[in-house]
T-cell receptor, first 109, second 114 residues
Framework: DAKTTQPPSMDCAEGRAANLPCNHSTISGNEYVYWYRQIHSQGPQYIIH???NNETNEMASLIITEDRKSSTLILPHATLRDTAVYYC??????????FGGGTRLMVKP | ETGVTQTPRHLVMGMTNKKSLKCEQHLGHNAMYWYKQSAKKPLELMFV???????ENNSVPSRFSPECPNSSHLFLHLHTLQPEDSALYLCASSHRQGPNSPLHFGNGTRLTVT
């Protein structure tokens, strides 16, 4: 699986958009970009995934660059409950996700 | 409620005990996974089952023994564990084992080995 690089931590003001970056410069053509988050004492929660096109669902938007070497997860209006560790993962055919350290997002009032 | 239920939520066991962790999914998925999350370490994949067949064993010691009797249930049998095996054990499921099939996780079993 391709490796990903994320900043270890970020802050965001409540009500503002949270933009979480991820670099995956060694991604190959058949690998999807996935985002999960983990709130303390819970299992990881699936957020969104994509291959080439930008994606949006009720939780977030995923913007993937044209060369697919990086992506950004956007939480349009962050709330205190969005405080969590966010993981960016690239997933090959085996669906054996390799989790890195993630980004610890702190949403502040 | 994630659709993936793990029991027990907490477990304390001695090194000579035998215990089992249980996972049940109500999502109609065909692939199930065990992950281990130790303190201050990334999640580590342990086992994968696809349509009840084990497709991945990520060099896990034999003191951990998985069982998948059907696509809805997954067990992890534990025996003669070590204190360093203390961790959060997470079960997940997906529609199938493939790149376009998100994983859905349970909330884990917090295991302490004394």
């Amino acid at each position: 699986d391709a490796k990903t690089t994320q900043p270890p931590s970020m802050d965001c003001a409540e009500g503002r958009a949270a933009n979480l970056p991820c670099n995956h410069s060694t991604i190959s053509g058949n690998e999807y970009v996935y985002w999960y988050r983990q709130i303390h004492s819970q299992g990881p929660q699936y957020i969104i995934h994509g291959l080439k096109n930008n994606e949006t669902n009720e939780m977030a938007s995923l913007i993937i660059t044209e060369d697919r070497k990086s992506s950004t997860l956007i939480l349009p209006h962050a709330t205190l409950r969005d405080t969590a560790v966010y993981y960016c993962i690239v997933n090959n055919a085996g669906n054996m996700l390799t989790f890195g350290g993630g980004t610890r997002l702190m949403v502040k009032p | 409620e994630t659709g993936v239920t793990q029991t027990p939520r907490h477990l304390v066991m001695g090194m000579t005990n035998k215990k089992s962790l249980k996972c049940e999914q109500h999502l109609g998925h065909n692939a199930m996974y065990w992950y281990k999350q130790s303190a201050k370490k990334p999640l580590e994949l342990m086992f994968v089952y696809n349509f009840k067949e084990q497709t991945e064993n990520n060099s896990v010691p034999s003191r951990f023994s998985p069982e998948c009797p059907n696509s809805s249930h997954l067990f992890l049998h534990l025996h003669t564990l070590q204190p360093e095996d203390s961790a959060l054990y997470l079960c997940a499921s997906s529609h199938r084992q493939g790149p376009n099939s998100p994983l859905h996780f349970g909330n884990g079993t917090r295991l302490t080995v004394t």
